[in-house]
């Protein structure tokens, strides 16, 4: 059974930055294809822990799953009443955060790690440092951060689940990632951690593509490669069907 | 039933954006306006970047306004002249639009100056429409002759470089007609709107021409004017999304001419008290989002 397990993540992983102790994860899938029935996507991480004592949230022994994608600059503004009219201003910019990420564990990250840990990790980006703030408004980026993680919580783009990640037989963890449909498309940094006493013990990085296909890519490309001949055949599609309509409705 | 779109990159509800559509065609056909005013913040409000939202509608105006501009033109309806006059101010405006309206995305304030145009635009544009058309339906009801005319000249009649739209019964200066085109043109690039809804009241108000001729020249300087900025902003900016644009035309061109005929059997003055009335509620809502209480401080915005 391990060794199964072991041999399909081999082929789906890319590396291994710490071999302590025998861990494998791997992706169900590798690529997730956005087509215009696209309405968000569940993809599944699994893989074996080598140590039977691990099957219950009560043992000392973490899986920590962490997806992101690639890194965006957002811009967060607060409101100001200007002339009793709310006003964007004090822009602070965070360089290099993900547009996406999801972290899952099967209990709190803090009763798993300490926030060094955490923080180092980046298990949760939106405390990370690799942000770097360029502009800081009042000098506090305490409420920015708050603002910036509620704010993409909201649209379902910044998940923490520390009811995620489940162990459905003895050695074998699972979490399910859900993609939101208006998830960015590009490369994902697939991360499964392994803790043992809250010390970093095994950790299995996988890339997954969210890509978009077929018709919506060859629009995507249309629409970025040829955008003069892309806007004029908009505008004789809608000519068309002005036209179409108004004979439809009128025939002489 | 749900549809991905590929350019503004999120999901919507296909059966939604068709009605929405065909209610923003329905007005088209009605009043003369291309209903963009309603559409973009609606769409915004569905989730869609502010920028495609404005790009793609502009492309549905277009079809909707051709399909009404052919049904006006078959009863006659059109000054093609004025129409090109104007457009000539539109091209120029809508040039300089494009350019503002990347610059404010850029300095990420396009939300704000999009809604404060909206409520000082609207909340103008529809109290004017609304009195006026009140007072018309008042004179009608009480068997009154509507006033005579101003014997007083009009400043378009003052100014140098005049010109005969003999379809309007005007001899007047092509300047005004020139920079009303020109400011409509701005506006309509920023805002995603096809500009009939300041169109028609300059026309009414500003030029003097007849109601009657009013819609469908409103209608095919709209045309050339959206044609340009969906050019424009496909070019610029790769924020038109044809799936969307699609969709909102299915419903439009249909909406349209049903309201394309309903709005020849009705008194002009009820289709203005109408189109008043639905400017007036946009800008009450929009005004509300601006100054009303908040819960939330803060807002993001992504920049890849």
């Avoid at chain 1, 564990?105 to 923080?119: F, H, V």
């Avoid at chain 1, 996988?206 to 919506?216: C, D, H, P």
């Avoid at chain 1, 249309?222 to 505008?235: C, K, M, N, T």
């Avoid at chain 2, 470089?161 to 020109?182: H, K, N, Q, T």
């Amino acid at each position: 059974m391990r060794r199964a397990l072991a041999g399909l993540a081999v082929s789906l992983l890319t590396c291994a930055a710490v071999r302590a102790e025998p861990f494998a994860a791997a992706i169900t899938q590798d690529v997730v294809e956005v087509t215009s029935r696209f309405t968000g996507a569940t993809v599944t991480v699994f893989g074996a822990v080598n140590d039977q004592r691990s099957q219950t949230r009560a043992g000392n022994v973490d899986v920590v799953v962490a997806v992101a994608s690639a890194p965006v600059t957002l811009t967060v503004r607060r409101q100001k009443r200007i002339a009793g009219f709310w006003f964007p201003a004090d822009p602070v910019r965070f360089a290099g955060a993900p547009a996406f990420f999801s972290t899952l564990s099967a209990r709190p990250l803090n009763e798993i790690t300490d926030p060094g840990t955490q923080l180092r990790l980046g298990l949760d980006p939106a405390d990370g440092t690799p942000w770097v703030v360029n502009q800081a408004a009042g000098g506090d980026v305490t409420q920015y951060r708050a603002a910036l993680k509620r704010l993409k919580a909201a649209d379902g783009l910044y998940v923490l689940d520390p009811h995620g990640v489940d162990f459905p037989r003895p050695g074998l963890f699972r979490a399910r990632v859900v993609l939101p449909a208006n998830a960015p498309t590009g490369v994902y940094r697939v991360e499964a951690f392994l803790f043992r006493n809250g010390r970093l013990v095994g950790r299995e990085t996988s890339l997954l593509q969210v890509t978009k296909v077929g018709f919506e890519r060859a629009v995507w490309r249309f629409a970025h490669e040829r955008p003069l001949l892309y806007g004029l055949a908009s505008i004789l599609i809608a000519l068309g069907a002005g036209l179409a309509a108004a004979r439809m409705f009128n025939p002489r | 039933m749900d549809i991905y779109l590929p350019i503004a990159e999120t999901t919507v509800n296909l059966l939604l954006i068709v009605t929405l559509g065909a209610g923003i065609g329905f007005l088209a056909g009605l009043v003369g306006v291309g209903g963009g005013f309603l559409a973009t913040p609606l769409l915004i409000f569905l989730g869609i970047p502010p920028a495609v939202a404005a790009a793609s509608e502009a492309n549905h105006i277009l079809a909707s306004s051709v399909s009404g501009a052919i049904a006006h033109s078959r009863r006659r309806a059109i000054d093609v002249r004025m129409a090109l006059v104007l457009t000539a101010g539109g091209l120029a405006g809508s040039t300089l639009g494009v350019q503002l309206f990347v610059a404010l995305l850029k300095i990420g304030q396009i939300d704000f100056v999009i809604s404060l145009l909206y409520v000082v635009l609207l909340g103008g544009v529809g109290s004017l429409m609304l009195r006026e058309s009140l007072a018309a339906m008042r004179l009608r009801r009480d068997g009154l002759a509507p006033p005579p005319p101003r014997a007083r000249r009009s400043l378009a009649q003052k100014l140098p470089l005049r010109m005969r739209f003999a379809a309007s019964r005007l001899y007047i200066s092509v300047l005004p007609p020139l920079v009303i085109g020109f400011g409509v043109g701005v506006l309509a690039a920023i805002l995603g709107v096809g500009g009939g809804f300041l169109l028609v009241p300059a026309m009414i108000y500003v030029l003097r021409m007849p109601t009657n001729v009013v819609i469908g020249t409103s209608l095919l300087q709209i045309i050339f004017v959206t044609g340009y900025t969906v050019l424009l902003q496909a070019w610029r900016t790769q924020t038109v999304d044809i799936i969307l644009a699609g969709l909102l035309i299915i419903g439009g061109v249909v909406g349209a001419q049903i309201g394309a005929r309903m709005g020849g059997r009705m008194p002009s003055e009820h289709l203005r008290a109408i189109l008043g009335a639905i400017v007036l509620a946009v800008a009450a809502v929009m005004a509300w989002g601006l100054l009303g209480p908040r819960s939330e401080l803060f807002s993001v915005t992504t920049t890849p």
